[in-house]
């Protein structure tokens, strides 16, 4: 998983006491507090070594309650991956300039993938494989394809308008995210910066395209 850039995730305070008028909205609210104690947990000690006990403490209820609303660790993670990614979308909408050009576009791209790779820090593909199976992983492919959707989207753009060349729009959105991929240790040991890491992967997918 590409998490994705996902900081309105944070929760920086104390977990917020849940009072709601109907069975929905509490629901509703606890299964926020346990997504919300997920993103806290990943940023400390990464996806892969986060227990259901961890949410559950971290959450403020019991590993009872937290099966209720999710029956493993692969539901969890799935319905988290979904969050994120829908965090990626409004936040890529938003910061993306009116009338950018597909170079902008794909800046924007990368830097806010690099920035959720920092905020929720995860294993890379096959630790995930591994750890998940291969039909929970497939689900968790499933639920990020919004994103690959966007970036082929700006490839397609940049190519039909002359500024990329790509003969394969799908094997080089694959690249472009394996590239992005490959600076979450970097980024993880600060051996790397956020602004030197966007440079440096913006700079080498821009060269590759031709742009």
């Known amino acids: 998983m590409t998490p994705i850039a996902a900081s309105a995730l944070c929760d920086h305070g104390t977990v917020p006491r849940i009072s709601a008028a109907t069975i929905g909205e509490h629901r509703a609210q606890t299964r926020d507090r346990?997504?919300?104690?997920?993103s806290r947990l990943s940023r400390d000690q990464g996806i892969d070594a986060i227990s259901m006990t961890d949410v559950a403490g971290e959450a403020g209820i019991t590993r009872t309650v937290l099966?209720?609303?999710?029956?493993?660790?692969?539901a969890l993670l799935l319905a988290f991956t979904e969050r994120v990614t829908h965090y990626f979308i409004e936040s890529y909408q938003r910061e993306l300039p009116e009338q950018a050009s597909p170079a902008e576009q794909l800046r924007v791209f990368?830097?806010?993938?690099?920035?959720?790779?920092?905020?929720?820090?995860?294993?890379?593909?096959?630790?995930?494989?591994?750890?998940?199976?291969?039909?929970?992983?497939?689900?968790?492919?499933?639920?990020?394809?919004?994103?690959?959707?966007?970036l082929t989207g700006i490839i397609d753009s940049g190519v039909a308008s002359g500024d990329f060349q790509a003969s394969d729009?799908?094997?080089?959105?694959?690249i472009i995210l394996t590239v992005i991929g490959a600076e979450r240790v970097p980024l993880l040991s600060g051996s790397v910066t956020l602004e030197k890491a966007e440079e440096i992967v913006s700079g080498f997918v821009l060269r590759a395209l031709g742009a």
Do not use: C, E
């Open 34 to 38: 346990i997504l919300r104690a997920v």
């Open 67 to 74: 099966y209720n609303y999710f029956p493993d660790k692969a």
């Open 110 to 150: 990368v830097r806010l993938q690099l920035t959720g790779l920092l905020a929720h820090p995860h294993p890379g593909p096959a630790d995930l494989s591994a750890a998940l199976g291969p039909d929970a992983y497939q689900r968790l492919a499933d639920h990020v394809a919004p994103m690959q959707r966007i």
């Open 169 to 174: 729009v799908a094997a080089t959105a694959r």
